[in-house]
């Protein structure tokens, strides 16, 4: 987990996890689902707090599109898709590639 003397984009933290849904993926092993779930409740505390919109960083208060945030929402899509069985199938995530 980041320091909070680091600051970090939505856009790492998406990567992040969509790299920890991918490994659960690959091996079954719940350890990266259990990582990805820990990175995903840390990322919606802090670039969402009580806004509608997340923080451009974390130690921003405003919101950049540049910085990010649409791979967050997607990361985190991926995730509650392998934590609550869902039958459709969600793609990798490729947004930024």
Do not use: C
């Amino acid at each position: 987990f980041p320091g909070e003397d680091v600051d970090v984009w939505p856009m790492t933290m998406g990567h992040t996890i969509s790299l920890e849904v991918a490994a659960y993926r690959w091996t079954k092993e719940e350890v990266y689902l259990r990582q990805a779930d820990r990175l995903g409740r840390m990322a919606v505390e802090r670039f969402w707090q009580d806004k509608p919109i997340p923080k451009a960083s974390f130690r921003t208060g405003h919101y950049e599109s540049i910085t990010g945030p649409d791979t967050l929402a997607l990361s985190l899509l991926e995730l509650h898709a392998a934590t609550h069985d869902v039958s459709v199938p969600i793609p990798s995530n490729t947004i930024d590639r």
